[in-house]
């Protein structure tokens, strides 16, 4: 599929958001402000394969050979104060 780039103000945007959907299928749609490209409109399909990575945010977390980390979060003691009801 040719990948074809609109561009739309804002008001036409605004005024037809039905025809911004239909041409994101296409390709980017960019959005102007005072004639300065401000916005961004992607299908979807458009926007994972940009993305181009399916990774899990545990599998992004993940730190390869540092199992050997310390951590020592402090206790929740220390983190309030009991409420004072007198």
Same mark, same amino acid.
Request: aromatic share 14%; hydrophobic share 30%; no cysteine.
């Given at each position: 599929m040719t990948t074809i780039l609109t561009t739309l103000s804002t008001q036409e945007f605004n005024q037809d958001t039905g025809k911004a959907k239909k041409a994101a299928n296409n390709g980017p749609v960019f959005i102007t402000d005072d004639g300065r490209p401000a916005y961004v409109l992607l299908s979807i399909e458009h926007y994972q394969a940009l993305l181009g990575s399916s990774a899990s945010i545990l599998d992004m977390l993940k730190? %390869?050979? *540092?199992?050997?980390? %310390?951590? *020592?979060?402090?206790?929740?003691?220390?983190?309030?104060?009991?409420?004072?009801?007198s």
């Open positions: 730190m %390869e050979g *540092d199992d050997d980390i %310390e951590f *020592d979060p402090p206790r929740a003691s220390k983190l309030y104060r009991p409420a004072d009801f």
